[in-house]
């Protein structure tokens, strides 16, 4: 739903105080700052990080930071303030070239924001490490990522920001309209390998690639959380705003028997046969944990992208990681 608000100052001092009552058993907090739009928010950002960091220092664990922003109200002066609030990373969603995404994302007036986000990420991209995430439906073409490149290029941002594609789902019943712009995970597969090796045939760095983890993604981590501005906490981002899956609230003590904590961590791929004797395991650790639980779908539509293009895949990671040594070593050449 559209949604509007902050957090309170109760929820706030909520938020600090859920930490703090962990904060000796801790060795790192690690915060993703996401919305809406969190910039909308700034102060509540400050306010937070302010106290984390006061209570790492004693409590001696580490502070991190990331954010996920459209970048529309990303300025200089932003900038050098979330650095200094230790915001490390930002991933911003350009979803394709300028006249599609001033389709797709336009300001609320109708005016277009492309060109601001792209002049914002200029600065940014300087003293903060920059993700562009580009949502992928079937409407996109070849020809649309390279004129994107295109435009990256001109903004003399080629070197400066990772890319990389997300697959565009029906997850909620407020996205049902869209199902049919929709890839299946198995023909996304092959469209993702089209576009990663243009990205890397024109220089860009690509963003995020598959690697082992022991996680899929924080729904399967018991010390995460996600906590919206009425201090009730979600395991998954998908859920947000949908009171139905909260699995209770920071004013109150965790239950995590609660059945909206459980229900994602009812799955174990290797007591799966067909998990076990897939390639790709443990890569993707079954694969999206929601997707599997809410929405009904054959295994084939379950798995993540690289069941279906391992090895191509393979081969662009090798191509990725060969072009970062090349620009890791021009580099210290230039130094």
């Not at 790192?28 to 306010?47: N, T």
């Not at 937070?48 to 529309?72: C, P, R």
């Not at 300028?98 to 389709?103: D, F, I, K, V, Y």
């Not at 992928?136 to 990389?164: C, N, W």
Request: charged letters at 25%.
């Amino acid at each position: 739903e559209n949604k509007r608000g902050r957090m309170s100052s109760e929820v706030i001092d909520n938020l600090v105080n859920f930490v703090r009552n962990r904060a000796p058993r801790l060795t790192g907090v690690d915060i993703s700052w996401y919305g809406g739009e969190p910039l909308l928010a700034l102060a509540v950002i400050e306010q937070i990080t302010d106290s984390l960091i006061k209570m790492g220092s004693e409590y001696t664990f580490t502070y991190t930071a990331s954010m996920i922003t459209n970048g529309y109200l990303l300025t200089r002066d932003v900038v050098d303030t979330l650095v200094n609030l230790k915001v490390g990373s930002i991933q911003v969603t350009l979803d394709g070239p300028s006249w599609l995404h001033n389709q797709k994302r336009p300001l609320k007036n109708g005016k277009n924001s492309f060109d601001t986000i792209i002049e914002n990420l200029k600065y940014a991209s300087t003293r903060i490490a920059v993700g562009i995430r580009v949502n992928v439906d079937k409407s996109f073409t070849p020809q649309m990522i390279a004129e994107l490149l295109d435009e990256l290029e001109q903004a003399g941002l080629r070197d400066h920001v990772g890319v990389y594609f997300g697959l565009i789902e029906a997850v909620t019943t407020a996205c049902s309209n869209i199902t049919e712009s929709c890839y299946e995970v198995s023909d996304f597969s092959q469209v993702e390998i089209e576009f990663f090796a243009l990205l890397l045939q024109r220089g860009f760095r690509i963003d995020k690639l598959p690697s082992p983890s022991m996680t899929f993604c924080m729904a399967q981590m018991i010390n995460s959380f996600l906590i919206d501005p009425d201090g009730d906490f979600y395991r998954c981002f998908n859920y947000v705003g949908d009171k139905s899956k909260a699995a209770g609230n920071i004013n109150q003590p965790i239950n995590f028997d609660h059945p909206n904590f459980t229900r994602l961590f009812q799955f174990d791929p290797f007591e799966d046969e067909l998990c076990r004797e897939c390639d790709i395991l443990p890569t993707c650790m079954g694969s999206c944990p929601a997707r599997r639980a809410d929405r009904d779908l054959t295994r084939d539509k379950i798995c993540e992208s690289w069941k279906y293009n391992l090895q191509p895949m393979l081969e662009i990671i090798a191509w990725s990681r060969q072009q970062a040594q090349q620009r890791a070593l021009a580099a210290k050449e230039t130094a």
